[in-house]
């Protein structure tokens, strides 16, 4: 099994002098990738479509994971999904790079994980919900409230409304 840096490292050497235009798509699908030590990924899957372009190679790359977190409602764990989209150019020269600063290496070996790495944490919510509707933990005994048909507890009555209810009871 490759080491899960390279399972996201492009050769691209034979692109180089191929005519503007050219591309070739790389598909990916790996179960677990760990991505620097910070973001653990589940089902990494999708594609990068390299082209050549007179400046460089124009990296084209959609790719779906998901993300083993916790709902901030309810505590529970659950696997978020995520998604990018993106588009980058690695340049041939100092003269084309773009803002991104990306270069093609010497060795033609195009290193997409960084990228990938940033572009999946900008789309980690944050405050990830286990679901939508999520009611969450129930503030006085802590049980999770979307686990339960009927929950109820009897409140204390604050004594400054002790008059307010003998009112309310009258009617």
Request: hydrophobic share 35%; aromatic share 6%; charged share 20%.
């Amino acid at each position: 099994m490759p080491h899960p840096r390279d399972q996201l490292r492009l050769n691209v050497g034979f692109l180089i002098n191929q005519a503007v235009g050219s591309s070739r798509d790389f598909e990916f699908a790996i179960p677990v990738v760990r991505l620097e030590n910070d973001l653990d990924l589940n089902d990494l899957a999708g594609s990068a479509r390299m082209t050549r372009t007179a400046q460089g190679l124009l990296a084209q790359v959609k790719m779906y994971a998901t993300l083993q977190t916790e709902c901030v409602r309810c505590l529970t764990a659950f696997q978020q999904p995520l998604s990018i989209d993106f588009t980058e150019l690695y340049a041939f020269s100092r003269n084309s790079v773009t803002d991104s600063n990306l270069l093609l290496p010497d060795d033609a070996n195009i290193n997409i994980e960084p990228l990938v790495r940033e572009y999946m944490l900008l789309e980690v919510p944050i405050s990830s919900l286990c679901r939508t509707d999520c009611k969450g933990l129930c503030p006085v005994c802590g049980e999770n409230l979307n686990e339960v048909t009927s929950h109820y507890h009897e409140q204390d009555l604050d004594p400054r409304l002790s008059n307010l209810k003998t009112f309310l009871d009258q009617d």
